[in-house]
């Protein structure tokens, strides 16, 4: 099962210039390798330039094969790394990676900017699979 964490890197901070993301993925794979083996399963961490979110920065998504998407605004690199590997972790445990929004650590709660069904064609795969 893959496992990736996008951060735009095009954000601005409001009123200003200066485009986070780029601090935000270096800090958030410091945590993650930091958190070690309390987070079981590896993150991907890459950058995008721009997810469509941009009132809201940082933007931060969540992906997982076969499990819900995940899109939070509002991120902050100075102080809200410590909910995003808490999300990691508590995203790697959730077989189809839904869960609600009193469920989620911290800001995450109440920054997220979209959920999205894991694809059913991905759904439909493991089906007949299992077949
Ligand atoms: S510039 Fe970051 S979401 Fe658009």
Redesign the pocket.
């Known amino acids: 099962m893959e496992h990736r964490i996008t951060i ?1 890197t ?3 901070h409001k009123g200003s210039t200066c485009r986070p ?1 780029y601090e935000l993925i270096d800090r958030l794979r410091r945590a993650l390798a930091e958190a070690g083996d309390a987070v079981p399963e590896d993150f991907e961490i890459s950058g995008v ?6 009132d809201r ?3 931060v998504a969540y992906h997982g094969t076969k499990k819900a998407t995940y899109l939070f605004g509002d991120i902050d690199p100075a102080t809200d790394v410590d909910d995003l590997v808490a999300f990691a972790r508590q995203y790697a445990y959730l077989q189809d990676g839904w869960c609600s929004s009193v469920d989620r650590p911290g800001k995450l709660r109440k920054s997220t900017l979209a959920r999205v069904p894991a694809a059913l064609i991905a759904i439909e795969e493991s089906e007949v699979l299992a077949s």
Do not use: I, V
Not at 49 to 54: E, H, K, T
């Open positions: 735009c095009s954000c601005k993301g330039a721009c997810m469509a979110g941009c920065p940082c933007t």
